[in-house]
């Protein structure tokens, strides 16, 4: 008993009351020490177990002893209980820990829910208690939502609880049994705010609705008051007879009060009744039904009152209306008397454009008068029999019958004047193609596709780079350097001739000038390509100045920077540019090359040569490519003008196959002189075409012009010089060769001397050698 008590001490920290108090090591230790006082006492109750029922065997005829070792053998039997029961403690620490751990977690948010519950409770008191005014239906519905979140929360925690009450687990059932009485709580708490906010929610429903409806009933009574003053200043003005306009005007305002009164009554009556449905099913008290009932009286009244009034002034509307339709109607058959003269002898032109402005008028004007009639003249009135008001609206039936045929009239004169309009046009745009084609076989008629007028522009050509590289070498400018060619400011053909004759540039050989590369006929022809009959001063330093060609789509700048310049133009292919700079400027922020130039309209600016990856913007052209250039483009715009104005015709014919019949037998009478120009545009590509070949072939030919001349000049001059060595050979041979083949035919016993001999052989090996000398240098 000592020892199971021991157990009981020992294992008293392994309840769940001091389980989830203590750490794991100290767990670990108690159930060590448990263990092993448990292992004490099972040996001890062993022992005490057969020594009581050794004595039972002993005393088994001495019932007083046998009933003392039954009693004993009883508390063995209790300390064993008690020792099995800690044991069970002990083996179950695990188990029963972690259960705790989890009912513990679900304890935690209980705690939470009844802390949230808690505050919730008091917030619903407080916005129960407040002023209802101050509650909207916002903020109540909000509260009615976070109370049924709340509500949900512990809903799902009391179903979590509710698994736990059905764990086989004891030691779990047992926890979870401590905490449902909580949680039931909790839920009482949540379910009683959930009912207050209801409850004050329905309140605040019923009390917006009977705002609703007052609001409705307000506005009602406000507009009948418009109405009611509409009325008034109605009956004034008729009783005061301050004329049509007047009594007009107020029936607007009257009309526009009732048809706005109507429109408010109407739908004040459609929300009183929804409002109505609404609250019948709610619980009112009896002066919310009182108040109800009031402001459906108030609305009756309203309405009332308006019908009332509509009914006074009717009659009194009436013939206001009779004499504002017969004024207006009036108005409308003077405007027409007005026309009718004018459309008798209406033709096409700038009167039937007057005309059409007139019968617009007047069909506003109808238009009005037809809309005013039907506003002011009700169903009522148009089916009764007031036979004023029917003579009003016949009338009007039948001025719009004229006016549909006027109108009929007036197309007819448009359709005749468009198709007048359309074929001036047509005409006007061929005369344009044909002044066009005249200009641009002005471009053209200076080209020429005669090989010696092209092989003459090839040679100014020649002789004006030429003068180019002599003005560098002189360090001249054009104008001192063609001084001595001018007389009296122009250009004389022999000076012109001289010069050229003599410039070092022009010679076969420049280190030598005696040979000029051109002859005398060849430079007149050249200065006859500057003009036929005299050549400028200005004109033949024209020739001088440096151009440039567009080949690619770039801008003209302000700046020869390109960063902060603005631009001037784009510049269009092949568009032809004035250098006005000697040489191109480096922009050093990005690195490109920029010349100055000057545009044809006279526009000046910067302009890029070519970008960083090599695309070519402008390049160098040279005097006879800016004609060929030029005439290029003017033929290529005379292309696409003759193209553009052929679309325009067809366009013009094929669009009017209905109602402007006349057009297409009119532009048909064009197409011979558009086939002219178009022939004439053939025969100027073929010129071009032409010359540029031949521009091509001359060019190349007179490329290799120089190296030809060169070389005729040195054959010339190794020709004299071998003569001039022939010259030299010659008297030699014929002293040198009679007299040797005369001592070789003599006998030797003559007179012959050895001294002959030895003479003629010298002179014969100088011959020799005089001929050797002559073979190397040819």
């Not at 801008?555 to 292919?573: E, F, H, N, R, Y």
Request: a negative charge.
């Amino acid at each position: 008993e000592e020892l199971a008590k021991k157990v009981a001490e020992v294992a008293s920290c392994l309840v769940d009351e001091e389980l989830v108090k203590q750490s794991r090591e100290q767990i670990q230790k108690a159930t060590e020490e448990t263990v092993k006082a448990e292992e004490a006492a099972n040996y001890a109750i062993q022992d005490a177990r057969r020594t009581v029922s050794a004595r039972q065997a002993e005393t088994k005829d001495n019932e007083t002893m046998l009933q003392e070792l039954t009693d004993l053998q009883q508390r063995v039997d209790v300390a064993r209980s008690e020792v099995v029961k800690q044991n069970r403690l002990c083996s179950s620490v695990d188990h029963r820990l972690h259960a705790l751990q989890i009912v513990e977690k679900v304890a935690d948010e209980i705690a939470r829910s009844e802390e949230q519950v808690a505050r919730m409770a008091e917030l619903v008191a407080k916005a129960v208690a407040s002023d209802p005014d101050a509650v909207t239906s916002e903020s109540l519905q909000q509260a009615e939502e976070t109370a049924m979140a709340l509500y949900k929360k512990v809903k799902s925690q009391s179903g979590e609880l509710d698994s736990h009450l059905s764990s086989r687990d004891e030691a779990r059932r047992e926890a979870a049994r401590k905490l449902n009485e909580r949680l039931r709580s909790v839920l009482q708490k949540c379910e009683d705010a959930h009912a207050s906010l209801r409850s004050h929610g329905q309140k605040l429903a019923i009390r917006n609705a009977m705002a609703d409806c007052l609001q409705k009933v307000t506005e009602t009574e406000a507009a009948v008051k418009s109405a009611r003053e509409a009325e008034e200043a109605f009956q004034k003005a008729t009783k005061e007879a301050e004329g049509v306009q007047a009594e007009s005007a107020t029936m607007t305002s009257l009309e526009a009060a009732n048809k706005e009164a109507n429109s408010i009554i109407n739908n004040s009556k459609s929300v009183l009744a929804v409002k109505r449905i609404f609250l019948k099913r709610q619980e009112l008290s009896t002066s919310e039904q009182e108040e109800l009932e009031q402001l459906q009286k108030r609305l009756d009244d309203s309405t009332q009152q308006l019908l009332e009034s509509k009914k006074v002034v009717s009659d009194r509307q009436h013939e206001v209306i009779k004499r504002e339709l017969s004024g207006k109607l009036q108005e409308v058959q003077k405007m027409f008397e007005a026309y009718r003269g004018k459309a008798a002898g209406l033709e096409a032109g700038p009167e039937s454009s007057k005309a059409g402005s007139d019968l617009r008028s007047l069909g506003r004007a109808l238009t009005d008068l037809d809309r005013l009639a039907m506003s002011r003249l009700s169903a009522r009135y148009r089916d009764s029999d007031h036979a004023s008001e029917k003579s009003i609206l016949k009338e009007v039936e039948d001025m719009k019958v004229e006016l549909e045929k006027w109108h009929k009239q007036l197309e007819d004169l448009e359709v005749k004047g468009l198709t007048q309009k359309l074929i001036q046009e047509s005409f006007e745009l061929v005369d344009v193609l044909e002044k066009k084609l005249e200009r641009t076989e002005e471009v053209v008629a200076p080209l020429s596709d005669d090989p010696q007028d092209v092989s003459a522009m090839v040679f100014l050509q020649a002789i004006v780079q030429a003068l180019q590289r002599s003005f560098v070498r002189l360090g001249q400018s054009p104008e001192t350097a063609v001084t001595q060619m001018i007389h009296e400011d122009k250009v004389v053909e022999e000076k012109f001739v001289s010069a050229m004759r003599a410039l070092q540039e022009l010679q076969v050989d420049e280190s030598n000038p005696s040979v000029c590369l051109f002859s005398e006929e060849e430079l007149k022809a050249a200065y006859r390509v500057c003009d036929k009959t005299e050549v400028t001063k200005s004109k033949f330093l024209d020739y001088f100045k440096a151009r440039y060609v567009c080949v690619n789509l770039v801008t003209m700048t302000d700046q020869p920077a390109v960063k902060g310049s603005k631009t001037i133009k784009k510049l269009a292919v092949h568009e032809i540019l004035e250098a006005l700079g000697s040489e191109a400027q480096k922009d050093e922020a990005s690195g490109l090359l920029r010349v100055k130039v000057r545009e044809k309209d006279g526009k000046e600016g910067y302009v890029t040569l070519e970008s960083i990856n090599g695309t070519t913007f402008i390049k160098t052209i040279l005097p006879h490519q800016v004609m060929m250039t030029t005439v290029e483009v003017a033929v290529e715009e005379m292309a696409e003008a003759l193209t553009s104005t052929a679309k325009q015709l067809d366009s013009k014919m094929r669009g009017n196959n209905g109602p402007l019949p006349d057009i297409k037998a009119e532009v048909t009478k064009l197409r011979p002189r558009i086939a002219q120009v178009q022939q004439t545009l053939n025969g100027l590509k073929k010129k071009v075409s032409t010359a540029k070949k031949l521009l091509a072939e001359i060019e190349e030919k007179e490329s290799t012009r120089k190296q030809e001349a060169m070389d005729r000049y040195e054959a010339e001059r190794m020709i004299n010089s071998a003569k001039d060595l022939m010259d030299l050979v010659r008297p030699m041979i014929s002293e040198v060769i009679p007299a040797a083949e005369s001592l070789k035919a003599a006998d030797t016993t003559s007179s012959c001397t050895i001294q002959e001999l030895v003479k003629s052989q010298t002179a014969l090996e100088n011959l020799y050698q005089a001929i050797v000398d002559l073979r190397q240098k040819l």
